[in-house]
């Protein structure tokens, strides 16, 4: 779920790299940084800044069916999304409606009803032109 490849403005909007940045030195008072809930949130958000570094292409060997989700209005922008939708062979692509990057939260509903559909339906590689064709030829035949 709105995953990226680094730690940069090239694939996390710069707003949220603020945000984080803010929570880690202003937001949370000193007291709280010592507790073990604020040492793992701290760790957690250190996490966006020095991880990950993924090459792409490396993406490319992947091969088992692979379910790419964001939301539409997510801390990962939307062409680095894009970017691994299309370095993995067997992909599919899911971007929630009006959805943040907590949307597993926000709609669990959806999120697992989306992930269960993923994990339930067969496999298939769509063709963008035979697939295509081969629907409009479905709806151009008379149903019985």
Not at 49 to 78: C, M, N, Q, W
Not at 90 to 95: E, P
Not at 121 to 134: C, E, G, Q, T, W
């Amino acid at each position: 779920m709105a995953a990226n490849l680094n730690p940069s403005e090239e694939a996390i909007y710069p707003e949220v790299i603020a945000f984080a940045k803010s929570i880690m030195m202003d937001s949370m008072p000193a007291a709280a940084r010592e507790t073990p809930q604020g040492k793992r949130e701290l760790k957690v958000t250190q996490m966006l800044f020095d991880e990950p570094h993924i090459d792409a292409k490396a993406l490319e060997a992947i091969t088992a069916p692979t379910l790419v989700l964001a939301g539409d209005h997510d801390a990962i922008r939307d062409e680095h999304t894009l970017e691994i939708y299309h370095h993995i062979p067997n992909s599919q692509l899911c971007i929630f409606p009006n959805a943040t990057h907590m949307v597993p939260y926000d709609d669990p509903g959806l999120f697992n009803a989306t992930v269960e559909r993923f994990f339930r339906a067969p496999f298939a590689k769509k063709d963008r032109v035979k697939d295509l064709f081969k629907s409009l030829q479905a709806m151009k035949t008379p149903q019985q």
